[in-house]
């Protein structure tokens, strides 16, 4: 089945290696086979990665994008993942499902995973910052 | 309708919806706690796995002690009603014993068959002061174990509290004369006077088994906070350590190749 993707006037995507960028109205594109799709709002900017667990986001993002060096960015995401489970070993569940996804080539779902890792890290170092 | 067929009514939809609810948050709740482990298994510390693993398995001997600590609560309670049913009968027992002196022959006669009935009454009530098939009120005796190896116990003694055990013997020669009646009168008394001394005896035990079930129900929940400072993620160190990794890596080999990739990618376009 097509997958259907609205973009807002002037959204990008990366669509198959391409970045795609939309016109001044609202368009309607249907893509018929599977290809790496991203959204505008789904990615992280590399000027804006900074902590540990946006790196293996950065990481990810390569991987799903850039398939071309995908040896050099797995082994990236593996070491990174490495490092933050040696910081925080209470993230190890959700860094074990990342890894696994992203072994098995469901890098959306990795992505979504590492999302959430984010999501966790923001709250461990709120911890530091407020006491 | 079908006799393998359910029906549910709407009190019983509602319930099944609050237990759904209850289930889902439930799942929520051990997701969270299968994340904030900072021990999961015995490779990421032995010692404070092995450690909190004892702790927990001592707990849940424990678990195991205390319900069976409540079970002899019951039993022992149990007995404490039957022998404030048997007191009663008895003192009914007295009331026609004071009746019967100033009954005449006949009067006397019919009293003294129901001084036996009372007497049969209080048998059976010794007999169905059971729980869970101890009774204490037939001789039978309960050990409760209170530590996890079973080597610190309280045996509570049963005693015998059918008519013939409390010593109360049959209505002679009919209560035809004083002299038969106050046999039965001091009968009685006697009898209450046993039932007194073990009724407290009862009460001190079970004092005794209710102070050991809180006490054991604090030391479970000792052994859990202590099994969980042992595991659990200290928040304040993981955050600490994710800045220090967050400066190690801003000079490490791979972030920088990872930027440089990033920067020669489609992303950096974004």
């Known amino acids: 089945m097509a997958l259907r993707l609205s973009l807002r006037p002037h959204e990008k995507i990366i669509l198959a290696g391409a970045v795609v960028r939309n016109g001044d109205n609202r368009a309607e594109i249907f893509i018929e086979n599977e290809v790496p799709v991203m959204r505008e709002s789904d990615i992280l900017s590399p000027h804006a990665v900074h902590t540990p667990c946006e790196r293996i986001y950065l990481a990810l993002q390569l991987l799903y994008v850039d398939p071309a060096r995908a040896e050099e960015h797995r082994a990236a995401v593996a070491a990174l993942i490495d490092d933050v489970q040696q910081a925080a070993p209470s993230c190890r569940g ?37 006491s | 309708m079908a006799l393998g067929d359910i029906t549910l009514s709407g009190g019983m939809r509602n319930t099944l919806n609050s237990l759904q609810l209850v289930s889902a948050l439930m799942a929520r709740t051990q997701e969270r706690l299968a994340t904030g482990k900072r021990v999961n298994s015995a490779i990421d510390d032995p010692s404070a796995y092995f450690a909190a693993q004892n702790h927990l398995s001592r707990a849940s001997d424990l678990a195991a002690r205390k319900a069976s600590m409540g079970e002899a609560i019951k039993t022992a309670e149990a007995a404490d009603q039957g022998v404030t049913g048997i007191i009663s009968l008895i003192e009914q027992a007295k009331g026609l014993a004071a009746s019967a002196r100033s009954g005449d022959a006949t009067e006397r006669a019919a009293l003294a068959a129901q001084f036996d009935e009372l007497m049969n009454q209080i048998d059976n009530l010794a007999g169905d ?132 990739q990033a920067q020669q990618s489609i992303l950096s376009l974004f």
Request: no cysteine; charged share 20%; hydrophobic share 45%.
């Open chain 2, 129 to 260: 002061a059971n729980y869970r098939g101890t009774n204490l009120l037939d001789s039978d005796n309960l050990t409760v174990e209170f530590n996890e190896d079973g080597t610190s116990t309280l045996t509570i003694t049963g005693f015998d509290a059918s008519s013939s055990g409390l010593g109360i013997a049959a209505a002679t020669g009919s209560w035809a004369t004083d002299a038969d009646v106050d046999a039965a009168v001091a009968d009685l008394d006697a009898a209450l006077t046993t039932l007194r001394s073990e009724s407290e005896t009862l009460s001190s035990n079970l004092g005794v088994v209710t102070t050991r079930q809180e006490f054991t129900a604090n030391l479970i929940a000792t052994l859990h906070e202590g099994a969980d400072a042992l595991t659990l993620a200290d928040p304040n160190e993981e955050g600490a350590n994710m800045l220090a990794l967050q400066t190690r890596q801003q000079l490490g080999i791979v972030a920088l190749s990872l930027s440089a």
């Open chain 1, 94 to 130: 959700l860094l074990a499902g990342i890894a696994d996804h992203a072994a098995a080539g469901r890098l959306y779902q990795a992505l979504k995973s590492a999302r959430t890792l984010i999501a966790r890290e923001r709250e461990l170092m709120n911890h530091v910052s407020d």
